[in-house]
């Protein structure tokens, strides 16, 4: 498998270099490839030929070389904790991460759930607090609110962006809101500059969950730099994947020194130092990334830049490509986006358009073309049983009054019906992976969307 890997990187090595227009010019599509964009021909969920039958690139992507070198010195060295040495490799990694993202400090630790928990936490986020989420994100962005003890508080996505709805955030303050957590969901970014404008407005913490998020950009300024806290993962599947990883950034220093200590059972850290009047006055936990995991991040890092230019350029090409499909409505980019990363490339999917061909048939059907999907967040978390579990918990029936934790009452006050629209009907998300390929396999996801709409009427009576 690694050969694969191999020449995948050195692919986009060659053609990073040679820059944008070299790409696309060498990946033009023969012109004339049988098959591919006769959208008459037999579909192949009904036994026709399929659009594509080649495979798409794997992930995650590594050098056998170069990669394989940093693990083994650690491995050689016999230190593999980052203990409490400024020149360990955590601490490189930490550096260089901060570089990339133009702030000031950069904590690593074990993964991205525990970065949102301990960024909660150290900016004093707990029981009794409201936090404002989006209902469109990974299930860990909640457990972490949870984990807290803060109550989350779901305002509605806008259906266009995917995103958090700065307008319905508004509509959710109250008394007892203490944070917002935007999530730049599938690695577009949230409307950073509206949210930061209410939660100065009313005096609110701000987390950024950007663990799907690693360098996009809004007016030039990366993701996760402009609340208090942003977090990031770097968990297998994440564009700069260590197996497990996370990561709290900020410039507030003696806020990262306050989770440094944290993270390392509350061994005061830098300015943490001061404040602590002995080695054992802070709360703390054991959250501390190893120095392998640190060796495999920094030779991620090496491909990160390229491997995002290559995304965003074929993410725009395929937009470009699907947008006058009826009925495919990809997403929209705020107008301040200077940069999306493309953690997943999404869409909606209108069956009005597709002879009311449900959108599971329609997925199946692309599939069988040879074109993986996925339908997206399935289960609603603004109504999943796992709220109940918690409201249920001893620590929840101290903290809060009883009519806050009526399981009912909650799911009635916190509906999303435009989140539940994606969810159960519209989204379609492709994989980064398959970004990382030529423009001519973004022609083949179009030529099998238009030829599935061809067929619909025949796909519709033959499945
Ligand atoms: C992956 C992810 C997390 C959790 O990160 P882990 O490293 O898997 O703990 C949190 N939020 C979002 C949006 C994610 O995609």
């Not at 820059?19 to 192949?44: D, E, H, T």
């Not at 577009?188 to 404008?197: G, R, Y």
């Not at 939660?199 to 990366?222: F, G, T």
């Not at 597709?354 to 993986?372: C, K, Q, T, W, Y």
Request: hydrophobic share 40%; aromatic share 8%; net charge negative.
């Amino acid at each position: 498998m690694w050969k694969q890997n191999y020449s995948r990187r050195e692919f986009i090595r060659k053609n990073s270099a040679a820059g944008l227009g070299a790409v696309i010019a060498l990946n033009v599509p023969a012109a004339s490839s049988p098959g591919r964009s006769r959208k008459a021909s037999v579909p192949a969920i009904l036994g026709g030929e399929p659009v594509r039958t080649t495979p798409w690139p794997t992930w995650p992507v590594w050098d056998s070389k170069e990669d394989e070198e940093l693990v083994l010195k650690v491995l050689r060295s016999g230190r593999w904790w980052r203990g409490s040495a400024r020149d360990s490799v955590v601490a490189e990694f930490e550096m260089q991460y901060a570089e990339a993202l133009g702030v000031s400090r950069c904590l690593a630790m074990v993964n991205g759930t525990n970065s949102l928990i301990t960024s909660l936490r150290m900016l004093d986020v707990g029981g009794g607090d409201e936090v404002i989420v989006t209902p469109y994100t990974f299930i860990a962005t909640t457990h972490a609110i949870l984990e807290t003890g803060a109550m989350p508080v779901f305002a509605d996505v806008d259906p266009e962006t995917f995103q958090i709805d700065p307008g319905k955030i508004r509509e959710k303050i109250t008394p007892r809101t203490k944070a917002i957590m935007p999530v730049h969901i599938l690695g577009l970014p949230s409307d950073m500059v509206a949210i930061m404008d209410i939660a100065a407005e009313h005096e609110l913490l701000v987390i950024e969950d950007a663990c799907q998020a690693w360098l996009a950009e809004i007016n030039n300024r990366k993701t996760g730099t402009f609340g208090d806290a942003g977090c990031f993962s770097f968990q297998n599947y994440k564009h700069l994947s260590i197996g497990e990883g996370g990561a709290i950034v900020s410039d507030d220093e003696e806020f990262i020194d306050k989770c440094h200590s944290y993270h390392n059972t509350g061994r005061p850290y830098g300015r943490m130092r001061q404040i602590a009047a002995d080695g054992n006055s802070l709360m703390g936990n054991n959250l501390r990334m190893t120095e392998y995991q640190a060796a495999i991040g920094i030779a991620q890092m090496k491909r990160l830049e390229d491997e995002t230019i290559q995304r965003s350029k074929n993410a725009a090409y395929l937009r470009s490509k699907i947008l006058d499909i009826p009925g495919i409505l990809p997403y929209r980019l705020y107008d301040n986006v200077t940069r999306a990363v493309f953690h997943l490339f999404p869409f909606r999917y209108k069956k009005e358009e597709f002879h009311d061909m449900p959108r599971s048939v329609f997925m199946r059907a692309l599939s069988a073309e040879g074109i993986p999907s996925s339908a997206g967040y399935g289960g609603t978390l603004n109504n999943g049983l796992y709220l109940k579990d918690a409201f249920e918990s001893k620590n929840y029936q101290l903290m809060y009054p009883r009519e806050m934790l009526d399981f009912e009452r909650f799911v009635e006050q916190n509906q999303c019906p435009e989140n539940e629209r994606l969810c159960s009907e519209e989204a379609v998300w492709f994989s980064q992976r398959m970004l990382l390929g030529t423009t001519s396999d973004m022609d083949d996801i179009c030529n099998a969307i238009e030829k599935i709409q061809a067929n619909a009427v025949k796909i519709k009576a033959g499945v």
